[in-house]
């Protein structure tokens, strides 16, 4: 039986986040918690509910963003067998063990605000994961500065090495405000690298009223899960790219599931999907 985790300051949605990949054999079941797999049975049927009336609910861009964004790291990984991964906001997130399993030579970093830190490290101790490639260290994205900065958890990785940076689930519980200053940092701390890939999941609010509404219906149900306020940034992929340039990164590719439904078993949607991943670069396309 797998060992349980004292989630007592955990969020809802890592909870419930982790159990989506557990149930979905995407984690391994030593990252299951009990109040993870409660919230998965509360929200059954409010997940179907939303399968049936909108085409999608928050298991189908929960999945579709996790596949995405594993797909865009592995296609690095045969670009650079020694990339440098720094995975932000790690949560109950099994990529890190998973990838560090199927490449050894890559770097994996796992980080997250202190006690969430706290508590993977001990999980990945228990399963023997830890050591000089795959190590969990403390972050703060609003920091500017400082040890547990971003710029200062960068600085600590090979120089000469390219890095990707992933944050899935995190920017849309900031505003946009709020979240640029972390991306301007970022960018110039990735600029230092031979290669800079910053990975993210984002959620546009498209020129599409029934798009939007269907969004918004979801994001407040997110909110509700996550007793915070649901941000959505971005009206169109112009408008992204727009953005990530004016903050540093040389490019920003954006990547819609849709386009990998013939290579990924991803599940799918009635409609348009809701999420997208973002990929900015500071380094060669």
Same mark, same amino acid.
């Given at each position: 039986?797998?060992?349980?985790? &004292? =989630?007592? @300051?955990?969020?809802?949605?890592?909870?419930? =986040?982790?159990?989506?990949?557990?149930?979905?054999?995407?984690?391994?079941? &030593?990252?299951? *918690?009990?109040?993870?797999? /409660?919230?998965?049975?509360?929200? *059954? +049927?409010?997940?179907?509910?939303?399968?049936? /009336?909108?085409?999608?609910?928050? $298991?189908?861009?929960?999945?579709?963003?996790?596949?995405?964004?594993?797909?865009?790291?592995? @296609?690095?990984?045969?670009?650079?067998?020694?990339?440098?991964?720094?995975?932000?906001?790690?949560?109950?997130?099994?990529?890190?063990?998973?990838?560090?399993?199927?490449?050894?030579?890559?770097?994996?970093?796992? #980080?997250?605000?202190?006690?969430?830190?706290?508590?993977?490290? !001990?999980?990945?101790?228990?399963?023997?994961?830890?050591?000089? !490639?795959?190590?969990?260290?403390?972050?703060?994205?609003?920091?500017?500065?400082?040890?547990?900065?971003?710029?200062?958890?960068?600085?600590?990785?090979?120089?000469?090495?390219?890095? #990707?940076?992933?944050?899935?689930?995190?920017?849309?519980?900031?505003?946009? =405000?709020?979240?640029?200053?972390?991306?301007?940092?970022?960018?110039? @701390?990735?600029?230092?690298?031979?290669?800079? !890939?910053?990975?993210?999941?984002?959620?546009?609010?498209?020129?599409?009223? $029934?798009?939007?509404?269907?969004?918004? *219906?979801?994001?407040?149900?997110?909110?509700?899960?996550?007793?915070?306020?649901?941000?959505?940034?971005?009206?169109? &992929?112009?408008? @992204?790219?727009?953005?990530?340039?004016? /903050?540093?990164?040389?490019?920003?590719?954006?990547?819609?599931?849709?386009?990998?439904?013939?290579?990924? +078993?991803?599940?799918? =949607?009635?409609?348009?999907?809701?999420? !997208?991943?973002?990929? #900015?670069?500071?380094?060669?396309?």
């Amino acid at each position: 039986m797998p060992q349980r985790l &004292d =989630t007592s @300051s955990i969020s809802f949605t890592a909870l419930y =986040t982790g159990q989506v990949w557990v149930r979905n054999g995407l984690s391994s079941a &030593d990252f299951q *918690t009990r109040a993870g797999a /409660l919230l998965y049975h509360a929200m *059954t +049927p409010f997940e179907a509910a939303g399968k049936q /009336l909108l085409g999608g609910n928050i $298991r189908t861009f929960l999945l579709q963003r996790h596949y995405l964004i594993d797909a865009r790291l592995q @296609s690095l990984i045969q670009r650079y067998p020694d990339l440098q991964i720094l995975e932000i906001a790690c949560g109950l997130s099994p990529r890190g063990y998973r990838f560090r399993q199927q490449h050894s030579g890559i770097t994996y970093v796992e #980080a997250d605000l202190p006690d969430m830190a706290r508590r993977k490290r !001990r999980l990945l101790a228990r399963l023997g994961a830890l050591g000089d !490639r795959h190590r969990v260290e403390t972050v703060n994205i609003l920091l500017e500065q400082g040890e547990d900065s971003v710029p200062a958890l960068l600085a600590r990785f090979a120089p000469d090495k390219p890095v #990707a940076v992933v944050t899935e689930g995190l920017i849309n519980y900031f505003s946009l =405000t709020s979240i640029s200053p972390f991306w301007q940092r970022l960018a110039a @701390s990735l600029a230092g690298f031979p290669d800079g !890939r910053y990975l993210t999941d984002n959620y546009p609010l498209y020129a599409n009223r $029934r798009f939007q509404r269907t969004l918004k *219906t979801l994001g407040g149900l997110l909110g509700v899960l996550s007793r915070s306020q649901v941000s959505f940034h971005f009206d169109s &992929d112009e408008e @992204s790219r727009a953005h990530f340039r004016a /903050l540093g990164f040389q490019d920003l590719d954006i990547h819609d599931p849709a386009d990998y439904y013939q290579r990924l +078993p991803i599940p799918r =949607t009635r409609r348009t999907p809701m999420v !997208r991943v973002l990929e #900015a670069r500071t380094g060669p396309a």
